[in-house]
């Protein structure tokens, strides 16, 4: 059973954990105040609501996912504790860090940050409390005691260097695929449903904001872009919101494609492409590149976080050197121009997702987790 920040569906096992109404409205007003206040994510008011719901009192293990997301705050973590073990999947830094979600080069988290020096980096603080709000993540973990599972290799790495996580157990569960869904289908009948022309190589650029977005290198996209006009051919897919704005920026046919919501169309803007380009600047390990390598679509990326973990260079995809737009442009040419090594990348990436990122293979590893920790429990 879940319970989620907000709901739109009908299903029986899903509900809000503000219950709705005028506490989904007190909790909004206190997320308003404490961001002014740089109290970053430190009160919901539901919060005494949330624990008291008989699907949380009665929980053999509970699992908590993204607790900066508006809807619960980490401050949670011991009483949830109290009522049953916790398993915290993390989504990125911001559980070891004073206020950010990705530190970039900033090594602070290590220190206990403060005098930080990227207040605006998401998600933004005001004034500087991150060390204060370090202090405030110390307390509660070493109350709560959390058993820590990171999506990524590299995540994992820095959950065990933080010493906000010292003594606790951390695990590296890979994000799964639904390989019924996401899978190679023919690209001609792909680009027919989207309405994409067959007769031209396909590049696909994908991120939820398409333009100014640094962490996901859309700058550099448009610059691998340009650079690679000169040394071939081909037409540019974007899936994600303000496609529109790269018309006349880069040389290429440019197919805005929107953000789709619908996974199977989303399996077939993936499964259009000939490759993918993926340039984050700070990353984990996103699901654009794992399920765009279930689609048979080889991903050119930038060797950052813990995309290594899925893209192997030169087998399952290539990684080029963060922020050479001009690398990224030129691999992603080689690879539109090469038929064969296209192929052979596409298979074995196919391939890597059907061993290490299977959707069931995620779903065990956590269904072992949580049992023998309820087993530990009952002892």
Same mark, same amino acid.
């Given at each position: 059973r879940m319970l989620v920040g907000f709901k739109s569906g009908h299903d029986d096992d899903t509900d809000t954990v503000h219950g709705g109404g005028a506490r989904r409205i007190a909790d909004r007003l206190a997320e308003e105040a404490t961001r002014r206040a740089?109290?970053?994510?430190?009160?919901? !008011?539901?919060?005494?609501? =949330?624990?008291?719901?008989?699907? $949380? @009192? +009665?929980?053999?293990?509970?699992?908590?996912?993204?607790?900066?997301?508006?809807?619960?705050?980490?401050?949670?973590?011991?009483?949830?504790?109290?009522?049953? !073990?916790?398993?915290?999947? =993390?989504?990125?830094?911001?559980? $070891? @860090? +004073?206020?950010?979600?990705?530190?970039?080069?900033?090594?602070?988290?290590?220190?206990?940050?403060?005098?930080?020096?990227?207040?605006?980096?998401?998600?933004?603080?005001?004034?500087?409390t991150t060390a204060w709000l370090w202090r405030i993540k110390r307390r509660i973990y070493a109350r709560a005691r959390p058993v820590i599972v990171a999506p990524s290799s590299w995540l994992e790495r820095i959950a065990k260097e933080s010493p906000l996580f010292a003594g606790l157990k951390v695990h590296c569960i890979p994000n799964g695929v639904d390989r019924s869904i996401f899978r190679a289908i023919p690209k001609a009948a792909a680009r027919e449903v989207l309405g994409l022309p067959r007769d031209r190589k396909l590049l696909l650029y994908s991120a939820h904001v398409l333009t100014g977005n640094p962490r996901k290198g859309s700058a550099d996209a448009e610059e691998a872009c340009r650079h690679l006009a000169e040394r071939t051919e081909c037409d540019v897919v974007l899936l994600g919101f303000g496609g529109e704005g790269w018309r006349g920026r880069i040389p290429q046919r440019v197919h805005p494609l929107g953000f789709i919501s619908d996974e199977r169309l989303l399996a077939a803007a993936y499964a259009a492409a000939d490759v993918a380009i993926a340039p984050s600047t700070v990353e984990n390990l996103p699901n654009s590149i794992l399920e765009s390598m279930a689609c048979g679509t080889p991903v050119v990326a930038y060797d950052t976080g813990g995309i290594s973990d899925a893209v192997t260079d030169g087998k399952t995809g290539v990684l080029v050197t963060p922020g050479d737009a001009a690398a990224l442009g030129d691999a992603a040419a080689r690879l539109l121009a090469d038929d064969d090594a296209r192929d052979r990348i596409a298979q074995a990436g196919v391939d890597r997702i059907a061993t290490r990122f299977d959707a069931a293979r995620e779903a065990r590893a956590f269904l072992d987790l949580h049992t023998s920790l309820a087993a530990a429990r009952a002892e």
């Open positions: 740089g109290m970053q994510y430190l009160w919901y !008011p539901s919060g005494r609501h =949330l624990i008291r719901h008989p699907w $949380v @009192t +009665g929980a053999s293990t509970i699992q908590v996912y993204n607790t900066h997301g508006g809807y619960i705050s980490h401050r949670l973590l011991p009483a949830l504790a109290r009522i049953a !073990p916790v398993v915290w999947r =993390l989504s990125d830094m911001w559980a $070891v @860090t +004073g206020h950010c979600a990705y530190s970039g080069p900033c090594e602070r988290w290590r220190e206990g940050c403060g005098a930080c020096p990227d207040l605006v980096a998401y998600p933004p603080v005001p004034v500087d």
